[in-house]
């Protein structure tokens, strides 16, 4: 069982960027696709980035594109998430998750395991 551990988040003002990592266990890690989820309060989890076992392959969900990019380093077993240009309406909890079967994927279903979030909150 893949262990996935993000870090990164916090508070910023709007305008400002994080860097989110999440850091995953096992050494198979470079053949599975990775993705970021969000979940802000009382609303549904939403697909945020996708990327590919390769890193060639990335999806983002429109309301990030050019401010959000996912990439990884398979030497280290990171995915990351960088978010510049944050807004009010990025507050949500961030979840990284892995998709056994390697490709980028926007569907919640192909993904098998899932970190515990880490907290990202933009203010006005």
């Known amino acids: 069982q893949v262990q996935l551990v993000e870090s990164g988040g916090g508070l910023v003002q709007a305008g400002g960027s994080l860097r989110l990592s999440c850091a995953a266990s096992?050494?198979?890690?470079?053949?599975?696709?990775m993705g970021w989820f969000r979940q802000a309060p009382g609303m549904e989890r939403e697909f945020v980035a996708a990327i590919s076992w390769s890193g060639i392959s990335t999806y983002y969900v429109d309301s990030v594109k050019g401010r959000f990019t996912i990439s990884r380093d398979n030497a280290k077993n990171t995915v990351y998430l960088q978010m510049n240009s944050l807004k009010p309406e990025d507050t949500a909890v961030y979840y990284c998750?892995?998709?056994?079967?390697?490709?980028?994927?926007?569907?919640?279903?192909?993904?098998?395991?899932w970190g515990q979030g880490t907290q990202v909150t933009v203010s006005t």
């Open positions: 998750a892995r998709n056994p079967l390697g490709w980028a994927t926007m569907t919640p279903g192909d993904f098998d395991s």
């Open positions: 096992g050494r198979t890690f470079s053949a599975y696709g």
